[in-house]
């Protein structure tokens, strides 16, 4: 069992090691009395985004089912698991 | 028609409400100290609490949260604990000032002695604040305190030179004594910007279930009523420099303060200005007192309001009763309230960000706000202020360190 | 219904069936992990939860507000809207308990109940 405050702002990395930012909210669909976690929320901007400086849709949206593995300090996904091209900072 | 009449009398109890002891203390040292030349910095302070006050309150009517609840939802829990524990020691200051300040305006009214009144005072607020409503007590407080007109009257009467006083008004820095100046400056801002009073009326918003519609009555509270309070520093300024500058007063006691009411108006002046110093300071508690308890109820999920009955809200009860009896044990180590009352702004003001960024943020916020969200005034007006405050923030320590906290 | 569980659930107040205020949600529970469909199994609500959230000042703002956990079944959730409204009445799941102990302290101050 894991909460969420321990994977909110993890750094959510590739296979290959690319970093795609931190992990900042994760999307989930509600269904009946189940609430099923289908994505996460990651964005390249650090504490400024926390405080919602740049509005939430600008993040991207990973659905879950391309995390690898969850380990240590970081949340591993498969490697096209961004489709479009990331935006920068 | 009664709508009317509702508002007016809302605005009345404002402004009798709009005064507290560290406008009093640093408008009337103000104007013993520059004369008429910080009169401008009123009205930034003045302008600034409205637009504060009004960003509030919007939001209370628009997403039905309170200050607290908005920030730890929006901004986090981490910056919205650092908020609420630096709020409520700043809060917990200034309520011990606020209740010296009525302990003093009892002395001077009864001769009794200061410590017993200091008792009377604390067992005093918390017994009407038990068993009065809530409409009762903005209006015992808010009216009590228009006696503080007594002050625009002597003001008045102290026939300044008016021409000098009209210069006041405009924006200026200080030809000697700069940063002497500059921390007079940061003390009346910081005066005007008063956040417990901003969470005690979004608070009162929800309590009084405000909703979008509530937005004009909202706007024209925040305006008029804080508007012609300023009014009242005006004229606590224009009496501190008509009487004291120049001639070495500088009014470290309530009773000099008072005296500046007394010299145009003689006795009837002085007793309603200590009346009216009474009520404001004692409502100033009040408000003080609630907006401690709100802050930590609402951080915590708690059940809170004033129009609910004690038993209703035992937690938040309880919060407001210990905050009295904290301020009680603070002023009883003898403290000279004047001197707690220059603490507890300079530090209010050092904390005004941690509540004033997050506010401004919810506010512009499309998913609390729709289509209420700040526009290009409420966002220019914001930004302006956030720069001030800013400013203010981080100056405010180096600059009471600087001048000995006002000496000099 | 899609939400995004940070900004919509978390650190909102949770409200029981009879609209009382009793905590706000502190952390979620969640089981399951990378290759299957995770799902939110809990509210944990309490400062209990608070270290777990900002460390060092959350562990002292944690211990002054006593350290309680509340664990509430995500089943007990009967709405997701500005609030997290539940199915139950607060007493029923634990929550609230401390307004519920201070209660009767207050009723023998006379007003009260007013």
Known sequence: ???????????????????????????????????????????????????????????????????????????VVRNDAINGPLRSW | MSKFLGLALGILAAIGGFVDIGDLVFNVSAGATFGYQLLWVVVVGVVGIIVYSEMCGRVAAVSGKAVFDAIRERVGFTPALGALLASEVVNLMTLAAEVGGVAISLQLLSGLPYRWLILLAIVGLAVIVWV????????????????????AVAAVKLDPAWGKVGKGFLPHL????????????????????????????????????????????????????YGLGGFLSFALMITGGALFLGHGISPEHLGTIA???????????????????????GGASIDTVFS?????????????????????????????????????????????PVILTEYAVIFSVVALPLTYIPILLVANDKTYMGRYRNGRLANTLGLFYLVVIMVVALSAVPLMVLTNVGQN | MEIDIALQVLDHQLLDKNGRRCGNVDDLAIEGGPGELPEVVAILAGP??????????????????????????????AKIDAAVELKRAATELGLGRGDDRLRPYLDKIPGAGR
Not at chain 1, 20 to 42: A, F, W
Not at chain 2, 188 to 216: H, M, N, Q, R
């Open chain 2, 259 to 281: 005296l500046g009411a007394e010299n145009p108006l003689g006795k009837t002046g002085l007793l309603l200005a200590l009346v009216g110093i009474l009520f404001a300071v």
């Open chain 2, 132 to 151: 009065t409503s809530f409409e009762w007590l903005e209006r015992i407080f808010g009216y009590g305190g228009l006696c503080l007109l007594v002050f």
């Open chain 2, 292 to 336: 401690g308890a709100y802050n930590l109820a609402q951080f915590c999920g708690w059940e809170w309001g004033r129009y609910r009955h004690p038993r209703g809200a035992p937690r938040f009860t309880l919060t407001w009763l210990v905050l009295l009896v904290l301020a009680l044990a603070i002023v009883m180590t003898g403290v000279d």
């Open chain 3, 48 to 77: 209990g939860y608070w270290p777990q959230r900002a460390g060092l000042i959350g562990k002292l703002a944690g211990w002054i507000g006593g350290g309680r956990r509340v664990r509430v079944d995500w089943s007990e959730v």
């Open chain 1, 1 to 75: 069992m894991r909460t969420l405050s321990s994977l909110l702002r993890r750094k959510v990395v590739t296979e290959s090691g690319h970093s795609l930012g931190r992990c900042h909210d994760l999307r989930g669909e509600l269904i009946g009395s189940k609430l099923h976690i289908t994505g996460l929320c990651v964005g390249q901007g650090g504490w400024l985004e926390h405080l919602g400086i740049h509005s939430h849709d600008a993040h991207q949206t990973i659905p879950w089912s391309a995390v690898t593995r969850i380990e240590g300090k970081q949340i």
């Open chain 2, 174 to 225: 200080a030809q000697n004594n700069k940063l002497l100046y500059a921390y007079f400056a940061i003390g009346l801002l910081g005066a005007a910007l008063t956040p417990y009073e901003v969470y005690f009326y979004s608070s009162g918003g929800i309590e009084d279930e405000w909703s979008p519609k509530e937005l004009g009555l909202n706007r024209a509270n925040a305006i008029i009523g």
